[in-house]
């Protein structure tokens, strides 16, 4: 059936047949109602729309030969599955639905938005199984599911725009060829195919652009885009050209471990690499990782000899070379991060005899390196240990009753761990004040080995002037925050006592599983501990 002018406010098919809709149409909406739906879902039946107008489809339609569509066009309703071609080109053409818009092909020579919102409580997902001709124009898919994916090559010279919503994800997964600019804009695109030399990405509004593809061309993160390769949960490599971040980006890496084999996420750069500040956020998935002195992660293999420019950050500080991550990927254990590494052409990182890294190069690898000192404090016959640590011109001594029991350079002594024997009276006291090289130590884990028979096992730490933050997780453990030092860890001293003393500032959180807390004025004055300032203890529970 032919439809010349329609002046009418909408218009509704009643029948079977072609609908080839020309001339002008004033009208609203062109509706095929849900009692046509296996009249307009059989073969050989045609939907040919040729004018600027919207088609309304209340039922779910596949015509065999395709669905025409004039530029200026909006198709709305139900699912289509189908073959969708735009005539003409310059204007804006829009096909929505609430449920999952499956397409065969896309041919559009002008601007064309696919968006499946899952308003109806399913869908939300876009396929296109065939190909997408971009022509000239911007092809915009907007998806709030996690399905959402083409299989065919996209070509042509216009762009490409992701919109997720948060929740998002498209999959592309052919060996593209199209040369237009890609935007990823809060949602996140998996490329395991390949794009074009010519087709730059750019990730925005926290968008993840990830997978194990290459990426061709250019590729920038910024305004909180993320890049990260494989997956949400699977590690891969990601390959790119030009790789741009700026300050508000995130470049995140993904770390598992199978038994003694370490995998891990890894971006190869064919070009420049500019990291421009932005966050560097290390993740272990699976099982528990556990890491040892001397592994190493390669973060970034940069072709060339062109250098790394800029840094990354880690908690809004500048990880320079040689820069520590306090926490890797939530081991717990610190890690130095090289910008000028060599990795040779198997892959593997050069390191000199002693396994430090070979610095000629200009590929980002992480290095974990916790020099460890463990000294295990003999029984005393008169069950009393007074303990101290010592760090003067270079030296790292542990003083037991006024006598050195064990020794190491500073600098050999990033990580140190001090046992003490059950049964015994242990007092260990950490000057920072006294000894200023202690803050050279990255890690410093203390075990009293406290229980019924030794209830004064006391703990010091003197810090004059600095702000410290401590964390009980339990009432026997917790981990205390030397700023510019230390991360303190220590078990053992339930019922027993922490002092700190010298302290501008002291936050303090507690387990919810705690009972009491004491505090007690060990001032001189007798009079309080706190100095015009106040004081406020919080759980985790948020109760005060």
């Known amino acids: ?213 290459t990426m061709s061309g250019p590729v920038t993160a910024q ?112 890690a130095n991060i090289y910008y000028t590494a060599s990795i040779d052409a198997n892959g593997n990182v050069a390191k000199n005899p002693d396994g430090s890294l070979i610095l000629n190069g200009n590929d980002v690898v992480i290095l974990v390196d916790p020099k460890e000192m463990v000294t295990t404090i003999a029984a005393d016959t008169d069950k009393i240990n007074v303990i101290s640590l010592q760090a003067q011109s270079g030296t790292l001594k542990v003083i037991d009753d006024g006598v050195e029991i064990d020794s190491a350079a500073t600098s050999e002594a990033q990580a140190l761990t001090i046992n003490t024997i059950a049964g015994d009276i242990d007092n260990l006291k950490l000057d920072f004040d006294a000894n200023p090289e202690l803050l050279s130590i990255q890690n410093i884990t203390i075990n009293m080995n406290s229980n019924f028979g030794d209830l004064h096992d006391d703990l010091t730490i003197v810090m004059n002037g600095q702000s410290l933050t401590i964390e009980l997780t339990s009432a026997s453990s917790g981990t205390i925050e030397i700023p510019n030092g230390p991360r303190i860890s220590f078990t053992g001293i339930s019922q027993n006592t922490l002092i700190v003393g010298g302290t501008s500032d002291l936050v303090l959180s507690f387990d919810s599983t705690m009972t009491s807390l004491v505090f007690s004025d060990i001032d001189a004055d007798g009079v309080g501990g706190l100095n015009d300032g106040w004081f406020r203890a919080t759980d985790n529970l948020g109760s005060a």
Do not use: C
């Open 1 to 213: 059936m032919s439809i010349g002018d329609w002046k009418a406010a909408n218009l509704v098919i009643q029948s079977t047949g072609l609908y080839d809709i020309r001339g002008e149409f004033a009208g609203g909406n062109i509706t095929v109602p849900a009692t046509l739906k296996n009249a307009v879902s059989g073969t050989p039946t045609t939907v040919s729309l040729t004018a600027v107008h919207d088609l309304q489809l209340d039922v779910p339609v596949t015509p065999t030969t395709g669905l025409l569509l004039h530029a200026g066009n909006a198709l709305k309703g139900a699912a289509v599955s189908t073959t969708i071609t735009v005539s003409g080109s310059g204007s804006f053409v829009d096909v929505s639905t609430s449920t999952n818009l499956a397409l065969t092909s896309v041919s559009a020579n002008g601007p064309i938005t696919l968006t499946s919102t899952g308003t109806r409580g399913s869908g939300g997902n876009v396929t296109v199984s065939g190909t997408i001709t971009a022509g000239a124009g911007l092809v915009t898919i907007n998806s709030t599911g996690t399905g959402s994916a083409v299989s065919g090559v996209i070509s042509g010279t216009g762009g490409l725009k992701f919109q997720g919503f948060g929740t998002g994800v498209l999959t592309l997964s052919a060996v593209n060829t199209w040369t237009g600019a890609t935007t990823v804009d809060a949602g996140r695109v998996v490329i395991t195919g390949r794009t074009a030399a010519g087709a730059s990405i750019t990730v925005i509004n926290g968008g993840t652009l990830s997978g194990t593809g």
């Open 223 to 334: 305004t909180s885009g993320i890049v990260s390769s494989g997956t949400a949960t699977v590690i891969g490599t990601l390959k790119t050209g030009n790789l741009s971040l700026t300050a508000d980006s995130v470049f995140a890496a993904k770390y598992s471990t199978s038994g003694n084999v370490y995998s891990y996420d890894q971006t190869n750069v064919t070009g420049s690499v500019s990291l421009g500040g932005a966050e560097l956020l290390t993740q272990q998935i699976g099982a528990t990782l556990r890491v040892t002195k001397g592994d190493t992660f390669v973060v970034i293999n940069n072709d060339g000899t062109d250098a790394i420019t800029g840094r990354f950050t880690s908690s809004e500080l500048t990880l320079e070379d040689g820069g520590q991550i306090r926490n890797f990927a939530g081991t717990g254990q610190r």
